[in-house]
């Protein structure tokens, strides 16, 4: 199975709670790593408001996944 450039970013961001720098001196694009990110973020709210349900690994979305809720708060600091 072939590696996939979405799989990375994922799996650096939210498994590995790695930031924005982290992941691009990883070697990946800046430019796609801000966009992956962004709509990572964006779409956190999507989460909130789904039922509660069963945690089926050691990461889970939701409560340790939490950010700031400031105005313009971005992952780039």
């Known amino acids: 199975m072939p ?15 790695m930031g924005y720098q982290d992941i691009i001196n990883k070697g990946f694009d800046a430019e796609l790593v801000a ?10 709210y ?3 408001q789904a039922p509660i349900g069963t945690k089926i690994s050691h990461k889970a979305f939701g409560r340790e996944r939490r950010y700031p809720l400031v105005n313009k708060w971005s992952v780039k600091g």
């Open 35 to 44: 966009k992956v990110i962004q709509m990572v973020d964006n779409s956190e």
């Open 3 to 17: 590696d996939y450039v979405l799989d990375g970013i994922l799996m650096s961001y939210i498994d590995e709670d």
């Open 46 to 48: 999507k989460r909130l």
